[in-house]
């Protein structure tokens, strides 16, 4: 599967809140950094990150590009508050084996009526 392709699934086990799908999509040690939080290595802390944020809030991704680059696919995504990111995903084998994410935290945080971190 190409990674644009991977890309373009892992969106819609995303917006299905589906962490177990989206899980699926990576490699057992696969690394997901979201640079507004840390670090998280394999398969089964990045599910768990999923579903912990699934918890706590709606999530939605609409697709604006996907473009790929050899093994990198990169998505760049908004949601129906206004929040824009993008992503970038190493896919080797058919499976993510790592993921860069950039987004806005604090604006992510007030849009979901959520607590801000202490200073």
């Given at each position: 599967?190409?990674?644009k392709e991977l890309v373009t699934r892992w969106v819609e086990?995303?917006?299905?809140?589906?962490?177990?799908?989206?899980?699926?999509?990576?490699?057992?040690?696969?690394?997901?950094?979201?640079?507004?939080?840390?670090?998280?290595?394999?398969?089964?802390?990045?599910?768990?990150?999923?579903?912990?944020?699934?918890?706590?809030?709606?999530?939605?991704?609409?697709?604006?590009?996907?473009?790929?680059?050899?093994?990198?696919?990169?998505?760049?995504?908004?949601?129906?508050?206004?929040?824009?990111?993008?992503?970038?995903?190493?896919?080797?084998?058919?499976?993510?084996?790592?993921?860069?994410?950039?987004?806005?935290?604090?604006?992510?945080?007030?849009?979901?009526?959520?607590?801000?971190p202490a200073e």
């Amino acid at each position: 599967m190409h990674p644009k392709e991977l890309v373009t699934r892992w969106v819609e086990a995303f917006n299905a809140a589906d962490a177990e799908a989206i899980a699926a999509f990576y490699a057992e040690d696969a690394v997901n950094h979201q640079v507004a939080e840390s670090l998280v290595q394999g398969r089964d802390a990045i599910r768990d990150m999923f579903a912990r944020e699934f918890a706590s809030a709606e999530m939605v991704c609409i697709v604006e590009n996907i473009f790929e680059d050899g093994e990198w696919a990169i998505l760049e995504w908004k949601d129906p508050l206004g929040l824009r990111g993008c992503g970038f995903f190493h896919v080797q084998n058919d499976r993510i084996v790592f993921q860069r994410g950039y987004w806005d935290k604090l604006s992510f945080l007030r849009m979901h009526g959520l607590p801000l971190p202490a200073e």
